[in-house]
DNA sequence: TCCTTTCATCGACGTTCTTCGATACAGCGA
DNA sequence: TCGCTGTATCGAAGAACGTCGATGAAAGGA
């Protein structure tokens, strides 16, 4: 279980301090896992329920099922997204603090 | 002056409904302007003033003034950053609304 | 044991992105 | 008018990205 890095703010008002080099780049890595539309509409899915077969993520998009895995990929290990094994299916739910953590970086 | 499209939630909870194809591409977009660590840094430096002058930006980075101008291009065209000319000078702010609304987005 | 199903990984291809030097353009001072 | 300075755009090179078919690995049923 690897922890989440404190992501600070990048804005908004006189308070809002000059980021170090690592932080720029967490944020980057975090909000380019956002940057798909497929994985919009991934975390928008998931958001709506507790948690998500993959399988069912399959069907839903009109992508193979490599492309589906490769997104996921992206979304876990940005730390968006955790995944578990239950005998052949996985299912996959978001991280609401990795949400949180990125809305809070974007002022507050 | 472009308007802002409105941005839905992707998120957190039962009420977020599933995203229209649109709106997931103009999030893309979104999250894509500040997917880059220089663009986060613009963003953050921007931030904490009024108004900044490209020059400043120009010798604040350790990149081309060319590939500055870029970025700002981006972030322009995502509608996060708004810009000025007095005289031979380009001043950008941040729109606060085109963050706020990011924000939004990742839920309330 | 063998076959099927589910998911992840690999390798490849085309597209997009980041970066730069060169160039164009506009404002200003001489 | 000419030259200088600050920005934007162009064109190109290399890296990163999104996508797929093929393959691998693990679980479950016959």
Excluded at 6 to 24: D, K, Q, S, T
Excluded at 99 to 108: D, F, M, P, Y
Aim: net charge neutral; aromatic share 4%; glycine share 6%.
């Amino acid at each position: 279980m690897k922890t989440l890095p404190v992501l600070p703010p990048i804005c908004c008002g006189p308070e809002a301090l000059p980021l170090p080099v690592e932080a720029r780049e967490e944020l980057a890595v975090r909000f380019k896992a956002l940057a798909d539309p497929t994985r919009v509409a991934i975390v928008n899915r998931l958001s709506a329920a507790d948690e998500v077969c993959v399988c069912e993520l399959n069907t839903a998009f009109e992508l193979s099922q490599p492309t589906i895995s490769h997104h996921l990929k992206i979304l876990r290990e940005a730390g968006l997204v955790d995944s578990t094994r239950r005998g052949t299916w996985a299912y996959y739910r978001l991280v609401p603090e990795a949400i949180e953590s990125l809305r809070g970086a974007l002022g507050g």
